[in-house]
C-alpha cells in the first residue's frame, strides 16, 4: 500500500483479474460452465493465466510446460496435458494439439481431425492424443469413435487403444488388421489390437479366411448381422499379413476358418491308424498328420491370400 492508501496488486494477481473483467466482457450474458486450475501458467483466450480462473462455452485454452485440470458444471472432469490446445463447451470439447482426459458420461463428446469420440457409458474416461494421427485409449469403460458423418467407426473395448491416421480420419477411412473369418454366413474379422469384432464387405476374401490380413474401407451405415460384430466396414483393399494362425480366435467366437462349414470351427479328423505292411511294399505306413485346434482367449490376426491355412493357433 502506498503512502496515499492506494493498494499495490501483484503483477500476475493484477493481470488476472483483468483477464477476469475481459472474460466477463468478452461472454456477457453467458453463465460460466466451470473453471480451470493448473500448478503452473496457461493461456486462457490469449492471456497468460497463472493458478486458476473461470471457463465459459467456447474457452480457448492452451497449456505449455504444467498440465491443467477443467471442472465443469454438469460433472465432467478434463484434463490437458503439457504443450496442448483445445476449445471447451458444456457439451463437447475440441482437441487441437496434444493430449486430454475426459471423464464424461455419453452425452459429451470429444472432437478431434474430423472424429468424434464419446464413452459408452457414465463416467467413462478416455484419452485422446493428436499429433501425426490420433490416439483413443478406452481407459475405464468402452469408447465409440465416429465420423463427423455420426457413422459409428470402432468400439473400443476398455484397456484398449486404437490409432487413426490424420488423413484417413479426415476423409473417414479406417484400416483394421486381424483375423478374417466366416461366421454366420458373413465374413468378419477380429482387430488385433483392440479385439473388436468387424462385420466385413468386399472382395478377395475367400482366398484369405483364415489368415491374418489387413483392410482399408469406410464404415457402413447398415447394422451387422453377425451377432459378434460392433459394425460394418466396406472394404477397398485386402493386404495379405500371413497365413493361417486364427484357429483359436475361430473357436473363442465360434467361428470358422473355411467357408461353408456352418459357421462353426470343423473339428478335426481322428489320427489315422497306421495299417500293417503288404508284401513287396515298404515297411514305412502312411500316417495322416493331423493338427490339433486349439482353445482359449481369442487371439488378433489376419493373413495371407491363396493357398491352405496352416492349422498352428
Known amino acids: 500500500m502506498t503512502a496515499s492508501g492506494d493498494l499495490i496488486l501483484d503483477p500476475v494477481f493484477r ?17 460460466p460452465i466451470g473453471i ?45 496435458g503439457a504443450g496442448s490446445r483445445a ?14 482426459q475426459v471423464t464424461a458420461p455419453e452425452s459429451y463428446g470429444v472432437l478431434v481431425a474430423g472424429l468424434e469420440i464419446r464413452g459408452s457409458e457414465p463416467g467413462a474416461r478416455l ?22 458423418q455420426g457413422v459409428l467407426m470402432a468400439a473400443i473395448p476398455a484397456g484398449h487403444r486404437m490409432n487413426f491416421a490424420m488423413q484417413a480420419a479426415a476423409a473417414g477411412t479406417i484400416t483394421r488388421a ?12 477380429q482387430d488385433e489390437a483392440t479385439q473388436e469384432v468387424v462385420e466385413v464387405n468386399g472382395q478377395d476374401f ?5 489368415n491374418r490380413v489387413e483392410v482399408t474401407g469406410t464404415p457402413g451405415t447398415a447394422k451387422p448381422v453377425v451377432t459378434l460384430a460392433t459394425s460394418v ?7 495379405p499379413r500371413s497365413r493361417g494362425g486364427c484357429i483359436s480366435a475361430a473357436a473363442a467366437l465360434g467361428a ?42 481369442a487371439g488378433a490376426a489376419l493373413a495371407l491370400a491363396g493357398g491352405k491355412k496352416s492349422t498352428s493357433p
Open 87 to 100: 476449445k471447451v463447451w458444456e457439451n463437447r470439447i475440441v482437441l487441437e494439439k496434444g493430449i486430454g
Open 127 to 148: 484419452q485422446v492424443g493428436v499429433k501425426d494421427g490420433v490416439e483413443v485409449t478406452a481407459l475405464n469403460g468402452a469408447a465409440r469413435v465416429s465420423s463427423g
Open 256 to 297: 470358422s476358418t473355411e467357408l461353408n462349414t456352418g459357421g462353426a470351427t470343423p473339428a478335426p479328423p481322428p489320427t489315422a491308424t497306421p495299417k500293417p505292411p503288404k508284401t513287396g511294399m515298404s515297411t514305412g505306413a502312411k500316417i495322416a498328420i493331423v493338427g490339433a485346434i486349439a482353445g482359449g482367449g
Open 178 to 189: 486381424g483375423c478374417l473369418l466366416y461366421k454366420e454366413n458373413h465374413f468378419i474379422l
Open 233 to 239: 466396414l466396406n472394404v477397398a483393399t485386402v493386404a
Open 36 to 80: 480451470i486450475t493448473a500448478s503452473g501458467h496457461f493461456t486462457l483466450e490469449q492471456s497468460q493465466v497463472w493458478g486458476n480462473s473461470t471457463l465459459f462455452d467456447g474457452s480457448a485454452v492452451e497449456t505449455d510446460a504444467a498440465s491443467s485440470e477443467m471442472v465443469l458444471r454438469n460433472g465432467v472432469k478434463i484434463q490437458l
Open 15 to 31: 493481470k488476472t483479474l483483468l483477464l477476469s473483467a475481459c472474460l466477463v466482457t468478452a461472454f456477457a450474458g453467458s453463465a
Open 206 to 210: 475367400a482366398l484369405n479366411v483364415g
